[in-house]
């Protein structure tokens, strides 16, 4: 049960259809990240744009143990 309002699957149009089509198709459903932000497509596109900066400049495995070693800093369970 989401805790915020989202647009759902079935009312999202424009962007926000694109957006989750994209996330279906690369993962076979829509990430959490993409709802929570459905309300307001523009930063979603802005973070696409920061998350695929920062990943330019590292490698997978750097990218993914600065990722866990944030999230255990931040006593992230997610």
């Known amino acids: 049960m989401a805790y915020i309002r989202t647009i759902s699957e079935d009312e999202a149009t424009g962007i926000v259809r694109q957006l989750y089509e994209q996330d279906l198709a690369a993962d076979g459903y ?26 330019s ?15 255990a800093e931040l006593r992230c369970t997610y």
Do not use: C, F
Not at 31 to 54: F, Q, V
Not at 57 to 71: G, I, K, M, S, W
């Open 30 to 55: 829509v990430g959490n990240t993409t709802k929570s932000l459905s309300l307001h497509p523009e930063i979603m596109t802005a973070w696409a744009g920061l998350s695929k900066a920062i990943r």
């Open 57 to 71: 400049n590292l490698d997978q495995r750097r990218y993914e143990l600065v990722t866990v070693a944030v999230a």
